[in-house]
Nanobody, 123 residues
Framework: VQLQASGGGLVQAGGFLRLSCAAS?????????MGWFRQAPGKEREFVAA???????LYTDSVKARYTISRDNAKNTVILQMSALKPEETAVYYC?????????????????WGQGTKVTVSS
């Protein structure tokens, strides 16, 4: 399985970005969950959002009402729309995929990882 993340870039505080993650090499079944994590410089990688095959979602508290995760199962793609971005959200954003339907926040639940896309939010 390969995950290709894209859409990162430089944006001003309060701005909007749309990240995309395309999965290839395996047809994802009803048991799959896709998620986004981020890692800021000098910090641990942290959970951001996840969505399972049925469309159920989970967000970390700090991004609720500002971020939206969605997926297109036919295209094996997951999207993360981020609005009202804050400078402290500058990080490399990673997409991940799990071969189960759990909306998990822990890294160990995810089996596959993309290479990351860098998001820089200027103040």
């Amino acid at each position: 399985v390969q995950l290709q993340a894209s859409g990162g870039g430089l944006v001003q505080a309060g701005g909007f970005l749309r990240l995309s993650c395309a999965a290839s090499g395996r047809a994802f079944t009803r048991t799959s969950t896709m998620g986004w994590f981020r890692q800021a410089p000098g910090k641990e990688r942290e959970f951001v959002a996840a969505i399972n095959w049925a469309g159920r979602t989970l967000y970390t508290d700090s991004v609720k009402a500002r971020y939206t995760i969605s997926r297109d199962n036919a295209k094996n793609t997951v999207i993360l729309q981020m609005s009202a971005l804050k400078p402290e959200e500058t990080a490399v954003y990673y997409c991940a995929a799990a071969t189960n339907a759990r909306l998990a926040t822990t890294r160990m639940n995810y089996d596959y990882w993309g290479q990351g896309t860098k998001v820089t939010v200027s103040s």
